[in-house]
């Protein structure tokens, strides 16, 4: 079945740097989409790529979508301690439900 | 307007207990989603629903048992808890699913399940 692998599991960073998660998916998807888990809390969503080689900006987060629709990337430039929490990828295929990575778990030290 | 809603908050169970966890959606949504997450494994999709009436299995169901019977409602039953069931629980649901839009999942706070 799909499988999406997420990497890296943790990452801690010092305030001000940056910070990427990677998403990859044993099958080529329609979609992928990206949540936010703080402490805590609930998964949050925060978007949707469609399009192969789709580039979409958030303020200081910028999400790839790869060419070959089968990896995603997120990035966020200048990390603050309110972009602590963990950060899933979710990858669809067809009409099949979202599947989802493991997440990688964002530390900020101020 | 509530969004989705679960009850209860927290649980503790004996082993061989049942319990039932509500979640309830005010959005209109046809899809629900019952998921379990544990630390370092993700969401792992229990049963999942595409419309009032209808529930199908996902990637983890066994032990599980779900009912939609009001669009509004999506119930997950335990019938006989196991240590193994202990997990934080999130329900969710979406207006659409598949490739079209409006696909996008809203969670609820989560249920934390401990069972002894």
């Known amino acids: 079945g799909q499988q999406v692998m997420q990497i890296p599991q943790y990452q801690h960073v010092q305030e001000g740097e940056d910070f990427t998660t990677y998403c990859n998916s044993s099958?080529?998807?329609?979609?992928i989409q990206w949540y936010k888990q703080r402490p805590g809390g609930h998964p949050v969503f925060l978007i949707q790529l469609v399009k192969s080689g789709e580039v979409k900006k958030q303020k200081r987060l910028t999400f790839q979508f790869g060419e070959a629709k089968k990896n995603s990337s997120l990035h966020i430039t200048a990390t603050q301690t309110t972009d602590v929490g963990t950060y899933f990828c979710?990858?669809?295929?067809?009409?099949?439900?979202?599947?989802f990575g493991k997440g990688t778990r964002l530390s900020v030290i101020a | 307007n509530a969004g989705v809603t679960q009850t209860p908050k927290f649980r503790v169970l004996k082993t061989g207990q049942s319990m039932t966890l509500l979640c309830a959606q005010d959005m209109n949504h046809e899809y629900m989603y019952w998921y379990r997450q544990d630390p370092g494994m993700g969401l792992r999709l229990i049963h999942y629903s595409v419309g009032e009436g209808t529930t199908a299995k996902g990637e983890v169901p066994d032990g599980y048992n779900v009912s939609r019977l009001k669009k509004q409602n999506f119930l997950l039953g335990l019938e006989s808890a196991a240590p193994s069931q202990t997990s934080v629980y999130f329900c969710a649901s979406s207006l659409t699913a598949g490739t079209s839009g409006y696909n996008e999942q809203f969670f609820g706070p989560g249920t934390r399940l401990t069972v002894l």
């Open positions: 099958t080529t998807l329609s979609n």
């Open positions: 979710a990858g669809l295929e067809g009409n099949t439900p979202l599947v």
